[in-house]
């Protein structure tokens, strides 16, 4: 008994000198003069999806916190109703959504529920969101995980998540466990070097939680020129998610509770890292005019994240000037001689600001708490970070948004396609010859001609089955006879009885080829509308043998309502009143 007594004893000295060494320093505590701006968080799963706490709990935990607000994204399709915005504890609560589509996770704010399913290609989802007047940003896009990372560098996301103190985890945990047989060097980048981080931060997690998360956030190089990249065309906002599930997947498997631990907590994750938005006018008290206003905030890029895990509350301004006038972060400035940088900050003696021209530093090393850098006059995107120099792993502080200085001049259009020179009716006006459906046994559909005015019109029912997805799906289908001339797209004026998704596809009928699909999913309106799909801008279904279809392999045309873009149990009518392939 002694002898255990005397071990664990042992042990305790251990581990606590142990702690004493490896121990995040303490955050600076700072005096904030007020900048205007307000501290809140974007991305926090609730119960509702894999988070482990309902919306009240992690209100208040967002409250002890220090926040302001809070921005709920639980996982979905967005056809539920986001709840209306509301303040609970103190902390103003909005609802939006992580939607995933097949290239990776994309967070849609600030928009009522869709009517149908948003899914599939993110460029679809990206002009969804647009359409339902949403904000959307594209999550994680350095997730190590390619069903999570966001992979769609040409949609037109509005803003980006920069920094995820999620996919930070899951990079030191891939790195840990990168190879079993990798040098025991301990060096920067090796497996032993991240499981002694990794180890050493569940060690002192207890103890100092925000300082550890923060202290194990990494940031994308490649990342920040992705977005230098785009930024040089196109605003986009830079934003921070916090990813917060208070739960931590040990086995990757999400219907394996056993593996789960309540880790970290919605409260230490709301320590780590706050996002400061710039409202127009001091916020109110009234939850719907104070939610359009940290909205407005945020999608005009009035915002910075700061890591509070490093120091806290910051404070934090930067503007532009020239002869056109003054703008904030997030703003756009004419281009118009000199333009001269103004930082504010209250970073503390060791702490470093640089400013940024897109990937490049344009002026670095300040110490001073306010400063004005000149620039030239040039068009550039600008930036600011403020980083502590007195530790081993450089971490970044502030990160502001960009101030864009623009030509005046617009910019340049992307090519449109050349007109059609030849064109082929696939619909004679007068019958449905020609076309027919295909069905699952579960759903029905058919087709006929409905007559209008002087002639008729194509119109298609569909009804998918509901209950279980047994892979439903209703086909209107126009089989081409052989020998048709290659087109290389499609053109057809459609209406629906609600607004939804189809898929317009090609399938394959003759040699390797045969019952390949090739998609596009097309936005139908209640409204008649004119829509164009271009056969070397499907993509394919499934594995195909060819990633664009050959036309002469071409046997079908198929207008497809399926289970990816239409609820289950869903029923309605297509009207198409042209049909032409073209070329
Ligand atoms: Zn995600
Ligand atoms: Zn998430």
């Given at each position: 008994?002694k002898r ?7 042990l ?8 004493g ?9 700072l005096?904030?003069?007020?900048d205007?701006?307000t501290p809140?968080?974007i991305?926090v ?5 894999d988070g482990?706490s309902?919306?009240d ?11 302001k ?21 103190g902390?103003?609560c909005?609802?939006?959504v992580?939607i ?10 600030d ?6 399913p948003?899914?599939?290609?993110p460029?679809?989802?990206v002009?969804?969101?647009?359409r339902l007047?949403?904000f959307?940003?594209?999550?994680h896009?350095?997730s190590?995980?390619p ?14 998540e920069?920094?995820?103190p ?8 891939q790195?840990a466990?990168?190879?079993?047989r990798s040098?025991?060097?301990?060096a920067p980048?090796s ?15 207890p ?7 923060a ?8 990342l ?14 830079t934003?921070?998610?916090?990813d917060a599930?208070?739960?931590l ?11 789960v ?16 938005v ?10 719907s005019?104070?939610a359009a206003?940290?909205?407005?905030a945020i ?5 910075y994240t700061a890591?509070d895990g490093i ?7 930067f503007t532009?000037?020239n002869?056109?006038g ?5 703003d ?5 001689g000199?333009?001269s940088?103004?930082?504010r900050?209250?970073?503390p003696p060791?702490?470093t ?5 897109g990937?490049n ?7 001073e708490?306010?400063f ?8 550039a995107v600008?930036?600011?970070?403020i ?5 081993p792993?450089?971490?970044t ?6 101030i864009?200085v ?6 340049a ?16 006006g ?5 076309w ?6 579960t759903?029905l559909?058919a087709?006929?001609a409905?007559?209008?005015v002087?002639?008729?019109e194509?119109r ?11 892979g439903q799906v209703a ?7 052989r ?10 004026s ?5 607004p939804?998704?189809?898929?317009v596809?090609l399938?394959?009928?003759?040699g390797?080829?045969a019952g390949?699909?090739?998609q596009?999913?097309v ?7 004119q829509?164009?799909?271009?056969f070397?801008?499907?993509?394919p279904v499934?594995?195909t043998?060819?990633?664009?279809p ?11 309502v399926d ?16 049909a032409?392939?073209q070329?």
């Amino acid at each position: 008994m002694k002898r255990f007594l005397l071990v664990t004893a042992a042990l305790v000295a251990a581990v606590a000198v142990l702690v004493g060494v490896t121990l995040p320093r303490r955050r600076l505590s700072l005096a904030a003069p007020t900048d205007g701006t307000t501290p809140g968080i974007i991305h926090v799963h609730t119960n509702r999806s894999d988070g482990l706490s309902p919306p009240d709990e992690i209100a208040a935990a967002a409250a002890r916190a220090g926040l302001k607000f809070v921005v709920f994204t639980d996982h979905g399709d967005a056809t539920r109703r986001p709840d209306p915005p509301a303040y609970r504890s103190g902390v103003l609560c909005l609802d939006g959504v992580e939607i995933s589509t097949t290239g990776g996770h994309y967070i849609a704010l600030d928009m009522p529920a869709s009517p149908y399913p948003l899914r599939g290609e993110p460029r679809d989802v990206v002009e969804d969101v647009r359409r339902l007047g949403g904000f959307g940003i594209a999550a994680h896009p350095d997730s190590p995980k390619p069903q999570l990372r966001w992979q769609d560098w040409t949609a037109p996301f509005d803003g980006i998540e920069l920094l995820n103190p999620d996919t930070s985890w899951r990079l030191w945990t891939q790195q840990a466990t990168a190879s079993i047989r990798s040098p025991k060097s301990g060096a920067p980048g090796s497996a032993w070097y991240a499981r002694r981080r990794l180890a050493v931060a569940l060690l002192d997690y207890p103890f100092r939680p925000a300082e550890t998360i923060a202290g194990l956030i990494q940031a994308s190089d490649a990342l920040l020129h992705h977005w230098a990249t785009l930024a040089a065309r196109r605003r986009v906002v830079t934003l921070a998610g916090i990813d917060a599930h208070a739960r931590l997947d040990l086995r990757d498997d999400p219907g394996d509770s056993r593996s789960v631990l309540p880790l970290p907590g919605y409260e230490p994750s709301f320590g780590v890292m706050s996002i400061h938005v710039r409202p127009d006018r001091a916020l109110s008290g009234g939850a719907s005019a104070d939610a359009a206003m940290v909205m407005r905030a945020i999608r005009g890029g009035h915002s910075y994240t700061a890591i509070d895990g490093i120091a806290s509350p910051a404070s934090f301004e930067f503007t532009a000037t020239n002869e056109h006038g003054t703008v904030n972060e997030g703003d756009e400035l004419g281009a118009g001689g000199p333009v001269s940088l103004r930082v504010r900050s209250n970073a503390p003696p060791n702490f470093t600001t640089k400013i940024w021209s897109g990937a490049n530093v344009l002026s670095g090393d300040h110490r001073e708490q306010d400063f004005t850098v000149s620039a030239p006059a040039e068009p550039a995107v600008y930036w600011v970070e403020i980083l502590p120099t007195d530790r081993p792993n450089p971490l970044t502080w502030i990160r502001s948004n960009a101030i864009y200085v623009r030509d005046s001049v617009p910019p340049a259009r992307p090519p449109t396609r050349r007109p059609a020179a030849a064109s082929l009716p696939i619909f004679d006006g007068r019958s449905a010859a020609g076309w027919r459906v295909e069905h699952d046994p579960t759903s029905l559909a058919a087709v006929e001609a409905a007559p209008i005015v002087g002639g008729a019109e194509l119109r298609f029912r569909y009804g998918l089955s509901g209950g279980a997805s047994v892979g439903q799906v209703a086909a209107l289908v126009f089989d081409t006879p052989r020998g048709t001339t290659p087109h290389d797209r499609l053109t057809f004026s459609i209406r629906a009885e609600h607004p939804m998704r189809i898929s317009v596809q090609l399938r394959g009928g003759a040699g390797q080829s045969a019952g390949d699909r090739w998609q596009r999913a097309v936005y139908v309106d209640t409204l008649e509308q004119q829509r164009t799909v271009y056969f070397d801008d499907l993509t394919p279904v499934g594995e195909t043998h060819g990633s664009t279809p050959a036309f002469d392999s071409i046997r079908s045309l198929l207008f497809v309502v399926d289970a990816i873009h239409a609820k289950l149990g869903d029923s309605g009518r297509i009207w198409i009143k042209k049909a032409e392939l073209q070329r």
